[in-house]
């Protein structure tokens, strides 16, 4: 009788997956592998979305960060700057790569910070003001830094939930780490904030100075205020006077 041939044991599934990325990867950048996912899952990829979901590995990661500290290299070679006698400039591209991935970028890269939520045990439902917390974001249009303030506004009812006081600012953090231009920014925070507090009203309400007119075009002082409401604030001037005069601005 014929033995049987030892059976191959058949790989876990996520050394599946990982083969599966690494042969989608061969020869090819990570982005574009990146991009096909994006477009055949339709999902937009726009400078403010986030795309954490689409990269599968902490390998892809890394190839990805490769990637952009290369093409950053080209820009500093087409920019005519001497990579390779200027010392300052040497670890250049490594460094503005690892900004933009890990950094000041990282909010369209990495999933949103873990947030617990606390249903509403005490039916709270006065109105909660927290700020202002100090934001960092760029605009989409020069890359330009965007720092500024954002106070929140919630208005709870029975079946809200609730979250730790640090929790928005760790929110607003993720949501202002990509680029994009304030009105957006400000709409994506009371979106997430919306789905994770299900309140009767929210508003947020953002103070910043933008860079891209400070160091390049009119070289004006400029700062901009831009606020969202929803719900409740929108209906009642009560409500958005108490707002405004529990707003710590000076
Ligand atoms: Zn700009």
Same mark, same amino acid.
């Given at each position: ?126 109105? /909660?003001?927290? %700020? ?5 974001? +760029?605009?989409?249009?020069? =890359?330009?830094?965007? $720092?500024? *303030? ?77 606020? /969202?409401?929803? %719900? ?5 001037? +009560?409500?958005?006077?108490? =707002?405004?005069?529990? $707003?710590? *601005?000076?």
């Amino acid at each position: 009788m014929k033995a049987a041939a030892p059976r191959t044991p058949r790989a876990s599934a996520p050394a599946r997956k990982a083969s599966r990325a690494a042969a989608e990867a061969v020869g090819r950048p990570m982005s574009v592998v990146i991009r096909e996912r994006l477009v055949k899952a339709g999902q937009r990829f726009h400078a403010n979305d986030n795309i954490a979901e689409f990269i599968h590995s902490d390998t892809e990661r890394e190839a990805l960060h490769k990637e952009v500290e290369s093409r950053v290299q080209a820009l500093l070679e087409s920019l005519v700057i001497d990579t390779v006698n200027d010392h300052n400039t040497q670890e250049t591209a490594r460094r503005v790569a690892k900004m933009y991935l890990r950094e000041v970028f990282r909010g369209r890269y990495e999933a949103m910070p873990k947030v617990t939520e606390f249903p509403n045990v005490e039916r709270l439902s006065e109105l /909660i003001v927290v %700020g202002p917390i100090t934001v960092r974001s +760029a605009c989409s249009h020069h =890359l330009c830094p965007i $720092l500024g *303030r954002i106070w929140i506004g919630v208005l709870p009812n029975a079946n809200s939930k609730l979250i730790g006081l640090s929790k928005y600012a760790r929110v607003a953090d993720w949501v202002m780490s990509r680029p994009q231009i304030q009105e957006e920014a400000v709409k994506t925070l009371a979106d997430q904030l919306e789905e994770l507090l299900l309140p009767d009203g929210l508003a947020v309400i953002m103070e910043a100075d933008h860079f891209c007119m400070h160091w390049r075009g009119v070289k004006d002082e400029s700062s901009m205020t831009s606020s /969202i409401m929803r %719900g409740r604030f929108l209906k009642s001037d +009560a409500l958005r006077r108490e =707002l405004l005069s529990l $707003l710590k *601005r000076d």
